[in-house]
Every structure is written in C-alpha cells, then in structure tokens.
C-alpha cells in the first residue's frame, strides 16, 4: 500500500529560525511530489512540485528536496515568519503520468512560528 | 479565490436529507477531483475526473454521487449520510496529465446532524 507520512504531526519555533519539514513514502516508483500549505478552515495552496526526475526545487524563501531512494522529501523554509504558521502537506503520486493527477496525502505537520 | 470555488461554505444536513455540493473552475484544467478531509486523518481522495470522465472511485459509499456535466463544473450530491460523514469536503481541479496545477477550493464544511 502507498503510504506518506509526515513527522513530527506540530512543529513550534521562533521566529527567524529556518523550519524543516519532513516528509516519508513507503514507494520508491514515485512520479511527483507536492507540497501545500492549508490555513485553518481554508482550502490548500501549492507550495512546490518536485518531478521524480528531479532533486530540488526552490521558490523564494522555499526549498524542497527529492530523495527517490530513501523515500523521502524535505520541505525548507529559511528565516521563518509568523504568516508562515500554517499546516504543511505533502502528497505523493505514483506510477506513470497517467496517475500523476492521483494524490496521496500525509496527515501534515502544523507550524506555529512564535514572534 | 484560488480559481477553483465550491457552494456553500457550510451545509448543515440531517440524515435523512438530500443536497449537493457545487465545484466551479476556470482554469483551463480537464481534471477535478473530490477529497474529503476529517478530523485526525490525511486528505483522501474520493473521485477523479479526466475530460468528464469519472475515472477512480476510491471505494466511496453509494450515498455520495459525484457528478460532471462538463470540465469546468463538478457535484457531489449527497444522500442519507450518516454523522461520521461531517468533514471538510475539498474540490481540486488540474492538468489531467502530471497533475501540474493542483488548485484547490475552499471547501465545504459539512454537519450531519
């Protein structure tokens, strides 16, 4: 069975410290890897979209890097703010592109970056 | 808004009720999804949509019935539910191919008294 799986499930820090985010996949024959930030009562934004073809992938302040046979994938976030208090999900697709649309979420870490 | 809009917010339904859910995007995207969010759990996937076609059915309970009149509009009718059903219900919609562009709605919070 495809699993991921996201530890620590809360995550606290100051602020300005750099946040990282781990993600497992019990898969190796991943296709993508995303990763979302979801607000309380709201609905999910895409972060970064890592191809299995890839390593990393980087956006501003993010980073998130592909580890195909460790299963694993991390998620960076540099100088941490307040507004980046949040609960951080990713999701894993398998197989070939035509399952590329078909996620499979883990249960997210909530991040709590204190003033 | 994200591009991806979901009616209502928040629906409180009795059991023995019947109400649907709407999903609307106008992204270009030929793929839309549902997702159900509970309490304590991970996102799953409940329906795949490809070009209208419903194409995974992730062994969801008969008393919901998705359903796709076009790319860019997507239903959940919901029936006879039972309390265990409350959640936050997620529409999505993306390229079909890879996946690229997952947006999501804002969700439904759905009570089932």
């Known amino acids: 069975k495809q699993e991921v799986t996201q530890i620590p499930a809360a995550l606290s820090v100051p602020e300005g410290e750099n946040l990282v985010l781990n993600c497992s996949f019990t898969?190796?024959?991943?296709?993508?890897l995303q990763w979302f930030r979801q607000d309380p009562g709201k609905g999910l934004t895409s972060l970064l979209l890592i191809q299995s073809s890839q390593r990393e992938q980087t956006s501003g302040r993010l980073n998130a890097s592909l580890d195909k046979s460790s299963g694993r994938s991390t998620l960076y976030i540099a100088a941490s703010q307040p507004g980046d208090s949040a609960t951080y999900l990713c999701?894993?697709?398998?197989?070939?592109?035509?399952?590329?649309?078909?996620?499979?979420f883990g249960g997210g870490t909530r991040v709590l970056v204190k003033p | 808004e994200t591009g991806v809009t979901q009616t209502p917010r928040h629906l409180v339904m009795g059991m023995t009720n019947k109400k649907s859910l709407k999903c609307e995007q106008h992204l270009g995207h030929n793929a839309m999804y549902w997702y159900k969010q509970s309490a304590k759990k991970p996102l799953e996937l409940m329906f795949v949509y490809n070009f209208k076609e419903q194409t995974e059915n992730n062994s969801v309970p008969s008393r919901f019935s998705p359903e796709c009149p076009n790319s860019s509009h997507l239903f959940l009718h919901l029936h006879t539910l039972q309390p265990e059903d409350s959640a936050l219900y997620l529409c999505?919609?993306?390229?079909?191919?890879?996946?690229?562009?997952?947006?999501f709605g804002s969700g439904t919070r759905l009570t089932v008294v």
């Open positions: 999505a919609s993306s390229q079909q191919t890879g996946g690229f562009g997952y947006t």
């Open positions: 898969d190796s024959a991943i296709y993508n």
């Open positions: 999701a894993a697709s398998f197989g070939d592109k035509a399952a590329g649309n078909k996620l499979t």
